[in-house]
């Protein structure tokens, strides 16, 4: 299931990495590890943030996906449904809005 994993990054870690050199690895190691279809960077709410599109088979995986964010930046991790046009064609909106009149 194609999902978006909105995150939420404080000043601190980042900072820190950012100072010592070593943000760029790190970040790479887990864009590596997790690998996201697509990567966003923007701001979010005066910090820093991600968007990432993420597939996931299972429920299972969100624990791989959110872990490094948490472990290494102390982020908050926001999962959501997403669809493409397809996806939505195939929901069947025709038949749920007859059916819910």
Same mark, same amino acid.
């Given at each position: 299931?194609?999902?978006?994993? =909105?995150?939420?990054?404080?000043? &601190?870690?980042? $900072? !820190?990495? /950012?100072?010592?050199? !070593? ?9 590596? &590890?997790? #690998?996201?279809?697509? @990567?966003? *960077? !923007?701001?979010? $709410?005066? @910090?820093?943030? %991600? /968007?990432? /599109?993420? =597939?996931?088979?299972?429920? +299972?995986?969100?624990? %791989?996906? %959110?872990?490094?964010? *948490?472990? #290494? *930046? $102390?982020?908050?991790?926001? *999962?959501?449904?997403?669809?493409? @046009? &397809?996806?939505?064609?195939? %929901?069947?909106?025709? =038949?749920?809005? +007859? #059916?819910? #009149?």
């Amino acid at each position: 299931m194609r999902m978006l994993l =909105n995150i939420r990054i404080p000043h &601190e870690p980042f $900072n !820190t990495f /950012v100072r010592e050199g !070593t943000v760029g690895e790190v970040m790479a190691r887990i864009l590596e &590890e997790t #690998k996201p279809e697509a @990567a966003y *960077f !923007t701001e979010q $709410n005066g @910090a820093r943030g %991600a /968007v990432l /599109v993420v =597939n996931l088979d299972d429920p +299972s995986g969100i624990p %791989a996906l %959110a872990e490094p964010w *948490f472990l #290494k *930046f $102390n982020a908050d991790c926001e *999962f959501r449904i997403a669809m493409v @046009a &397809e996806d939505l064609r195939k %929901a069947g909106l025709e =038949n749920l809005g +007859s #059916k819910w #009149k």
